[in-house]
C-alpha cells in the first residue's frame, strides 16, 4: 500500500470541505473494496476520509412507504433488522447473503452502491425495487445511477447519504453465489410494485440490468411458467475463468423463476 | 507516523505508526500479540479475525487507525488466567484443529457466532464459517467443537 494522510471528520460538511481541499482523496466506508484495491497498489489515494463518525449517514428507518437505509449502515444491521425484515425481506435476506460474516460486519451499503461491482447484490434491490441513491447534492433514481462495470452516475466527490427502498407488494432475491468469493455469479431481484413489476440482474452482464421482456410477461401472469423461454442475450453476457456466458444466460433464466416462485410463496 | 491508541484485551495500548498499518501488523508487531495470523491478506482466509467493538472483522483490512479508540480482543484476550475459554476447550476436547493456523480465526469467528446465534444448527455453523478457511482438518471437527461449546455456552 502507499502512504497517505488519514482523516476522521464528524459531519458532512467537514468531509466536503477535505473533498475539496486535498489533493486526491478517496472516501472510506468499510474499506471491504477500497483497502483490497490499495494493497496491490492499483489505487494510490493522496487522502482517506474515513466516514466512521460522521454523524446522520447511518442506521435504518421505516415508515408507512420505504425502508431507508444511511450509507454507512453496514450489511449485518441491514440482514438482522428486524424492520427490514418485516417491511421487505427480500432485502434483509440479499443482505445476509453478501460475503461471509466477517465481511457484513464492515462492508456497507455505500460503500457497494459506490463501487458497483459488476457481480455486487446490492445494485439488484435498488434496480428492482427502483430505489433512490440520495447523496449530499441531490436524488438519482437507481434506473439512472447504474451506468455499467464501475460506472455510476455520481460526480467526482459525491458522497451517498442514504438509499430509500420504497416498499413492493412483494420481492425475492436469488442468487448463484460463486462458491470461493459469495458475489454473485448471477443474481436475480424480482419485485411486485404500484408501478409494476421489476426484473433486475446482477453478476451477468457488465453491470446490473433489468429484463424488460420478463417484466412484460410477469405483469400479465405473475408466475414462473410466464417467463420460460425468456433468455438473457448470450452476447451480452460476461466470460470469465468462473463462468461461460452461455451458462451465465442460463442461470439468469433459473434464478429468475425461483425468485418468481419466492414472491408468489 | 502517528499515535494510535486504542484498548486490546482490556488494557490501554498505544504505538507510533503509519497510516497505512493493518490492525494486524499493529497487533502482531507493535504489541507482539502474535496469535492473530495472516493467511492471506486480501480478506479471504478469516486467519486474521478479532473483534472490534464486539464484532468480527477481518484485521488485514482494517487500518490500525480505523480502529483508534475501539475496544479490540484477540485470541489472547479470551482465556481466563489459565482457565481456557469454552470455545478453545471445546477446540482442544473435540480435536478441532490439526495444523492450528486457521485456529485463532475460527474460534474468534466462533464465539462471535454464538454471541450472535446462541444454539445454531449445523448448517448454519457452516454458513457462519464461509469467512473462514481450513486446510487440515475438512471443517468436520470444527463443527462439531462449536456446536459442543453452544450447549455449555
Ligand atoms: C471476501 C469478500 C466477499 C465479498 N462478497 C460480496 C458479495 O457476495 N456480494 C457483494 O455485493 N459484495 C461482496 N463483497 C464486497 C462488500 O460488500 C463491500 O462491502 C463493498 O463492495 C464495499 O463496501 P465498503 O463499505 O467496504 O466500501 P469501501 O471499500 O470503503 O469503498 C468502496 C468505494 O466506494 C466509495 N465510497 C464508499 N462510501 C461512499 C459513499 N457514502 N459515497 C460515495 N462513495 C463512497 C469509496 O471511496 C470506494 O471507492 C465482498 C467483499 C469481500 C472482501
Ligand atoms: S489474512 Fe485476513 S482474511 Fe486472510
Ligand atoms: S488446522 Fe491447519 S489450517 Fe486449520
Do not use: W
Request: hydrophobic share 45%; with cysteine; net charge neutral.
Amino acid at each position: 500500500m502507499y502512504q497517505f494522510e488519514y482523516h476522521r471528520p464528524k459531519t458532512l460538511d467537514e468531509v466536503t470541505a477535505l473533498l475539496a481541499r486535498l489533493e486526491s482523496p478517496k472516501i472510506l466506508a468499510g474499506g471491504m473494496t477500497l483497502l483490497a484495491t490499495m494493497k496491490q497498489r492499483l489505487a494510490a489515494p493522496s487522502d482517506l476520509i474515513d466516514l466512521q463518525d460522521v454523524t446522520g449517514i447511518a442506521g435504518i428507518s421505516v415508515d408507512a412507504k420505504n425502508v431507508t437505509i444511511g450509507a454507512m449502515t453496514c450489511h449485518h444491521d441491514v440482514a438482522s433488522s428486524k424492520d427490514v425484515a418485516k417491511a421487505i425481506p427480500a432485502l434483509a435476506y440479499l443482505a445476509g447473503r453478501i460475503g461471509d460474516p466477517l465481511v457484513r460486519h464492515r462492508g456497507t451499503i455505500g460503500g457497494s452502491i459506490a463501487n458497483n461491482d459488476p457481480s455486487a447484490d446490492y445494485p439488484a434491490a435498488c434496480l428492482g425495487l427502483g430505489a433512490t441513491i440520495v447523496t449530499n447534492s441531490r436524488e438519482i433514481p437507481a434506473d439512472d445511477y447504474f451506468r455499467g462495470m464501475f460506472e455510476t452516475a455520481l460526480k467526482e466527490n459525491e458522497i451517498i447519504v442514504k438509499i430509500v427502498f420504497p416498499i413492493p407488494q412483494g420481492a425475492a432475491y436469488q442468487k448463484f453465489p460463486n462458491p470461493a468469493s459469495r458475489y454473485a455469479m448471477v443474481g436475480v431481484f424480482v419485485a411486485k410494485t404500484a408501478a409494476g413489476v421489476r426484473v433486475a440482474v446482477t453478476g451477468a452482464g457488465p453491470g446490473v440490468f433489468r429484463m424488460t421482456a420478463m417484466e412484460t410477461a410477469l405483469a400479465k401472469n405473475f408466475s414462473a411458467a410466464a417467463i420460460d423461454g425468456i433468455t438473457a442475450p448470450v452476447e451480452e453476457m460476461l466470460q470469465d475463468m468462473h463462468a461461460s456466458s452461455e451458462y451465465r444466460a442460463a442461470l439468469t433464466s433459473v434464478m429468475a423463476k425461483r425468485a418468481v416462485a419466492g414472491v408468489s410463496a | 507516523m502517528t499515535v494510535v491508541a486504542m484498548q486490546v484485551n482490556g488494557k490501554q495500548v498505544s504505538a507510533d505508526v503509519e497510516p497505512r498499518t493493518l490492525l494486524v501488523h499493529y497487533l502482531r508487531e507493535n504489541l507482539q500479540l502474535t496469535g492473530t495470523h495472516v493467511g492471506c491478506d486480501t480478506s479471504q482466509c478469516g486467519a486474521c479475525v478479532v473483534h472490534v467493538d464486539g464484532k468480527a472483522v477481518k484485521s488485514c483490512t482494517v487500518l490500525a487507525m480505523q480502529a483508534a479508540g475501539a475496544l479490540v480482543r484477540t485470541i489472547e484476550g479470551l482465556a481466563d488466567g489459565d482457565k481456557l475459554h469454552p470455545v478453545q476447550e471445546a477446540f482442544k476436547e473435540h480435536h478441532g484443529l490439526q495444523c492450528g493456523f486457521c485456529t485463532p480465526g475460527m474460534i474468534m469467528t466462533a464465539v462471535d457466532m454464538l454471541r450472535r446465534i446462541p444454539k445454531p444448527d449445523e448448517t448454519t455453523i457452516r454458513h457462519e464459517l464461509e469467512g473462514n478457511f481450513c486446510r487440515c482438518t475438512g471443517y468436520h471437527n470444527i463443527v462439531k467443537a462449536i456446536k459442543a461449546a453452544s450447549e455449555v455456552l
